[in-house]
């Protein structure tokens, strides 16, 4: 039988390149640098995290949120907890990347509380996401019905 990608590849990808990413946070926070530098590095990083976050958010909401609306129904309390999350998400990195800009002036332990708080978040919803959305997907699914969401996926 020929090799085939797993329905929820791409996302699953997205996840770990992501996730790589927010470990480079975590480590520009706890190195041995000047503070310039470390905002530098926070703000270019972050510049770069943000726009693939948004990208990553906007096809799970165009996608994977409605077949698990479709699957558990729009009240459905695990669509409702992955939906708020995505909100902090946005706040939480929003609000770094207002912290790092500095029109406020440049605190650093905001910047290093925002920045965790983005982290933990993340963590969360990562782990969330596995079990809320992506098994209950693979479970609840017909084979065809996750093709479908494969091929919208690419
Ligand atoms: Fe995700
Ligand atoms: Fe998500």
Redesign the pocket.
């Known amino acids: 039988m020929a090799w085939r990608e797993r329905w929820d590849e791409r996302?699953r990808e997205?996840?770990r390149s992501?996730e790589s990413q927010v470990e480079v946070l975590e480590r520009i926070l706890t190195v041995d640098v000047s503070p310039e530098d470390r905002r530098g590095a926070l703000r270019w990083l972050v510049g770069s995290l943000r726009p693939l976050l948004e990208m990553?958010?906007e096809?799970?909401e165009g996608t994977?949120f409605p077949a698990l609306e479709h699957h558990l129904g729009k009240e459905a309390d695990p669509l409702e907890q992955l939906r708020d999350q995505h909100r902090e998400l946005r706040s939480a990195v929003k609000e770094l990347t207002e912290l790092l800009q500095g029109s406020r002036g440049f605190h650093w332990a905001e910047v290093a509380g925002a920045s965790r708080l983005f982290v933990d978040l993340w963590e969360d919803?990562?782990k969330k996401?596995d079990r809320l959305?992506l098994d209950v997907l693979e479970f609840g699914l017909r084979p065809q019905e996750l093709n479908g969401l494969a091929q919208a996926l690419r």
Request: aromatic share 0%; net charge negative.
């Open positions: 996302i997205e996840h992501l990553h958010l096809k799970e994977l919803h990562e996401e959305l």
